[in-house]
């Protein structure tokens, strides 16, 4: 069975939110990335004051599930507007069920980014559907193995 979780953007502040459902729920943050310490951060236009910024940063709540958040940075051309702040990021149990679910719904949506091999070792891709709700289909590859 496919996990559900929600994936939040915030205009900067993703740390500071983050740091504060953490006081709320417990736990200690399952992931932390930084722009700055991305692969090919050199070639990309990340301006040296968003190096800093929060790539992804997850946070266990409970029974599996997973907050996730990144923060949009102006100097990759990101905005955050009403309606972009947030996705729903499916983890489905085979490749082959994140193809069909992407497939499924980004028919007649729009793709963000194609379902593909990610430096952090995952099978990913995000597209908004026909009603405008962004997905990302995110498959841990180590699942299949066992």
Not at 75 to 86: D, P, T
Not at 94 to 111: P, W
Request: aromatic share 14%.
């Amino acid at each position: 069975m496919s996990t559900f979780n929600p994936y939040l953007n915030f205009a900067g502040n993703t740390e500071e939110a983050f740091n504060f459902y953490k006081s709320i729920f417990g736990g200690e943050f399952a992931a932390v990335m930084r722009f700055g310490d991305g692969p090919g951060c050199d070639e990309m236009p990340i301006a040296e004051a968003d190096k800093n910024k929060i790539m992804h940063i997850a946070l266990p709540i409970g029974n599996g599930n997973m907050l996730m958040a990144t923060d949009t940075l102006e100097s990759l051309g990101q905005a955050l507007n009403a309606g972009n702040n947030f996705y729903i990021c499916i983890s489905p149990d085979t490749r082959d069920e994140a193809d069909r679910l992407f497939s499924a719904l980004a028919e007649g949506g729009k793709v963000e980014m194609p379902l593909q091999d990610v430096f952090w070792g995952d099978y990913f891709g995000c597209a908004a559907d026909k009603f405008g709700v962004q997905w990302m289909i995110n498959y841990e590859q180590k699942k299949e193995a066992n």
